[in-house]
């Protein structure tokens, strides 16, 4: 199983077509969401091509193959025009592994959840990275990044993880980042 990880498209028409390319384009058999999927959020400027409703048509056509956790600018008014459900947080086995999915805004490298898990991959700081740690018991630590509206000097990105491997990608799919669970 092959999972295609983004997250903070923050309501980009723009980038949402963008990664519904990169999903077919990378072969996934799952798009994974991390949260903040149509608000912008009043820290963050507007995104390229800002259109919620665009954003909700692009994703309503993937539903069948969507997992969309709620992020912290998403509301209960998002659910209206989604054929989605948004989940607080999601764990998936994968070759064995136990992988940790949320939004970041509560859990994230700084705040571990308690669940077991070997991976925990969130969003929320638009910072996309990989770790390792001894610190974390050789758990690694994954944030995907921002689509639309990266920070620090990151690129735009997502993640890749099949056969426990993960990477972190630019939107031409380049590898910026690897490891494996």
Same mark, same amino acid.
């Given at each position: ?53 665009? #954003? ?11 997992? #969309? &956790? ?6 209960? #008014?998002? +659910? ?18 136990? #992988?940790?999915? +949320? ?11 308690? +669940? ?10 638009? +910072? ?30 997502? &993640? ?19 490891? &494996?669970?």
């Amino acid at each position: 199983m092959k999972y295609l990880i983004a997250s903070d498209l923050h309501g980009s028409a723009y980038y949402a077509e963008k990664l519904k390319e990169i999903f077919y384009k990378e072969k996934a058999d799952k798009l994974i969401l991390l949260g903040d999927i149509y608000n912008h959020g009043p820290r963050n400027p507007l995104p390229k091509d800002y259109a919620p409703m665009k #954003v909700a048509e692009i994703l309503n056509g993937l539903k069948d193959r969507l997992i #969309v &956790i709620k992020g912290n600018c998403d509301s209960e #008014v998002d +659910t209206m025009i989604s054929e989605f459900d948004f989940l607080d947080a999601v764990c998936l086995e994968s070759e064995g592994k136990s #992988v940790f999915l +949320t939004h970041g805004h509560i859990y994230n490298k700084d705040n571990l959840p308690k +669940t077991q898990f070997d991976c925990i991959i969130y969003g929320h700081f638009h +910072t996309g990275f990989i770790e390792k740690s001894d610190n974390t018991g050789n758990k690694v630590i994954a944030n995907a990044g921002s689509l639309s509206l990266p920070k620090n000097g990151t690129q735009n990105s997502y &993640i890749t993880l099949e056969n426990n491997v993960l990477d972190l990608k630019d939107l031409d799919g380049n590898i910026i980042d690897k490891t &494996i669970i």
